[in-house]
Nanobody, 122 residues
Framework: QVQLVESGGGWVQAGGSLRLACAAS????????MGWFRQAPGKEREFVGY???????HYADSVQGRFTISRDNDKNTVYLQMNNLKPEDTAVYYC????????????????WGQGTQVTVSS
């Protein structure tokens, strides 16, 4: 089992940047594919992007070119760099882990963090 803790959320003006971090503990981090999801008020949790154990990345169309996922296996941490933020990016952001192949479906991830709030003002 792996435990995940997100950090780095906050408030930013449109056009600004934030970097979220997700620290993992409890198991061999390097063997997990990692995903980022977000949930806005009144909406379902949606896929943002993922990074595989061998650093292949895939992003939702809505964030492609603005967000970048990376991982540091020595630090057991995955990052979500968010640039050119828009008000519609406002949400609680969650990281998730799977020992299976990463997908865009939240049901394929067994482990979740508690989430971190990102608020983008116009």
């Amino acid at each position: 089992q792996v435990q995940l803790v997100e950090s780095g959320g906050g408030w930013v003006q449109a056009g600004g940047s934030l970097r979220l971090a997700c620290a993992a503990s409890g198991h061999t981090f390097s063997g997990y594919d990692m995903g980022w999801f977000r949930q806005a008020p009144g909406k379902e949790r949606e896929f943002v992007g993922y990074i595989t154990w061998n650093t292949f990345t895939h992003y939702a169309d809505s964030v492609q070119g603005r967000f970048t996922i990376s991982r540091d296996n020595d630090k057991n941490t995955v990052y979500l760099q968010m640039n050119n933020l828009k008000p519609e990016d406002t949400a609680v952001y969650y990281c998730a882990a799977t020992r299976l192949r990463a997908t865009i479906s939240r049901t394929d991830y067994a482990y979740w963090g508690q989430g971190t709030q990102v608020t983008v003002s116009s």
